[in-house]
């Protein structure tokens, strides 16, 4: 399995907080502040093609009704998510998977793509986006596979097996660690809610890296950068970008 780049900082939903979240724009931002890597959600229209939201509705981040899932890709592709967020960003569209792709290779980004299916699509879901890297002849060191969904990311192995991959908790607990283990994961990626020092040194010293999102502080990701976690993902990578391993 090829390597992951391990970057201390990852650009959380793209660009953060300081662009409409899982968008080209946001991308094109991490990469202005430096970033080396981000983070971005993957969810399947209805008619199956891989795209740039966390969400299962438009509420949120477009301002309208409609869910992910029951929507084209034409239509989805439509859906401005840039207004919402501050009108200068008026007209970005909700990015599909290939073109977050292709910005992340032009710009130099590696990308961790969480898998995150709408309910009941958990494989296919894994299935397209293991599929598409694959075909794409991405690399470990361009690309890390993280989800929650267990039966999303095995079906994305199943078409990428090369890949190296994450599996996603809220929290340290025994039966993680034994899908990390089952699944030949990389790495635990915990929430920072609950996570311990203890936690940090168990997955490590299992021979596992630990990711931590969502982390907004430089001191807390300096705290967690020192117990040993290998990463963290971040809303506000302008406070962060500036390296964070200087005392
Ligand atoms: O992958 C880390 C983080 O993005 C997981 O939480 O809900 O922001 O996708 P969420
Ligand atoms: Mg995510």
Redesign the pocket.
Known sequence: MAGWVWPELLA??CGGALAPENTLAGLEIAARLGCRAV?F?VMLSADGQPFLI?DETLDRTAGRGGRVAELSAAELSAVDVGRCFHPAFAGETIPTFAAALESCRRLGLAA?V?I?PAAGHDRQTGQVVGRMLSAAGVAGQQVLL?S?SVDALVAAIEEAPDLPRAL?AERHTRAALDTVRQLSCVAL?LSRHWVTEADVTAVCDAGFAV?I??VNSRAEARRLLDWGVSSV?SDRPDRLSAPVTES
């Open positions: 959380h939903r983070e959600d966390h961790n969480e995150k993280s929650f996603l990626n990711m999102y969502t993902f």
